[in-house]
């Protein structure tokens, strides 16, 4: 992390300042600590929907968004177990390279990807939240997942978590990737198929399930990933992408296909973070209305 974000947290903590953004009784310095870190991270809205969690738990804690460069990832976490944060979330493009600076548990381990951290015991500890968010949020809007037919684009972090926990779950998974050969190896990996961008004009049409777990559409002017006449009804169409209504989401509702934006997802990663942080369940309808409202007032 840049040194003066870690700088900033330490002289909250050391003079005990109250922020405009924080009701007037608050003082960080009796508060626990909580952030994502990612490149870009200015879009994120985990500091909305984690801070509304923590208010409905009563709980006296403050959930931040910090920019960190890949190369500083490590000094970034160590950085935040040193300062005793209660926990990370990890974004674009930190997912991967987390696993070789902390201890994955076996269900991270085997996606190759780690969105949450836990500091325990002087230990720490990652986890993958996303597979199962994924899957929840599917199940929440009534798509049946065992024995369907899933095409995931995308093999990065994101798309390994959804990969395994879909495969899990009895999904016939195929994944496609700009990079044919990780999109390959991560098939193999789940008992998939593999294959190139190039194969989805023949890939989307088949497809039952269709999932964006690429970064694209996150911005507007991002190009398609693929043609949006492909599509058609009785498809679902799950774009993990959750700033903006993404054209692949527009596109699907064009051709009848059910639409899911990211916004599930990431509230029931969020939820399944909060309960490995603190031990209790977290209020899914709270985090997902505090998320929705601040995307109706972007």
Request: net charge neutral.
């Amino acid at each position: 992390m840049d040194g003066g974000g870690f700088r900033s947290i330490l002289f909250l903590r050391d003079h005990l300042q109250t922020y405009p953004y924080l009701p007037e009784y608050t003082k960080l310095s009796l508060m626990q600590v909580y952030a994502v870190f990612g490149d870009p991270v200015e879009h994120s809205l985990s500091p909305v929907m984690q801070n509304a969690a923590f208010s409905a738990l009563g709980l006296s804690a403050r959930y931040l968004a910090f920019r960190v460069r890949r190369e500083r990832l490590r000094d970034g976490i160590l950085g935040a177990e040193a300062m005793h944060f209660g926990g990370l979330n990890l974004t674009i493009p930190h997912k991967e390279a987390a696993l070789s600076i902390v201890e994955p548990d076996e269900n991270a381990a085997a996606m190759g990807a780690v969105n949450a951290v836990a500091f325990r015991d002087g230990s720490i500890l990652g986890y993958n939240t996303d597979g199962l968010g994924a899957v929840r949020a599917l199940e929440e809007a009534g798509v049946r997942i065992a024995g369907v037919r899933v095409l995931i684009i995308g093999a990065g972090g994101a798309g390994k978590a959804i990969a395994r926990q879909l495969a899990l779950s009895g999904a016939e998974v195929s994944i496609a990737n700009r990079d044919r050969r990780r999109a390959v190896d991560l098939a193999a990996a789940v008992g998939g198929r593999g294959y190139g961008l190039s194969d989805l004009a023949k890939l989307v049409p088949e497809a039952e399930i269709v999932v964006n777990a690429t970064s694209v559409g996150m911005r507007a002017g991002d190009p398609r990933l693929f043609d949006g006449r492909l599509l058609r009804e009785g498809q679902t169409v799950f774009d993990i992408v959750y700033n903006r209504e993404t054209e692949l989401l527009k596109d699907a509702v064009r051709a009848g296909a059910v639409a899911i934006d990211g916004v599930p997802m990431l509230v029931w990663q969020g939820v399944l973070s909060i309960e490995i942080w603190t031990g209790r369940k977290a209020p899914a309808e709270v985090m997902e209305e505090a998320v929705r409202e601040e995307l109706r007032n972007r």
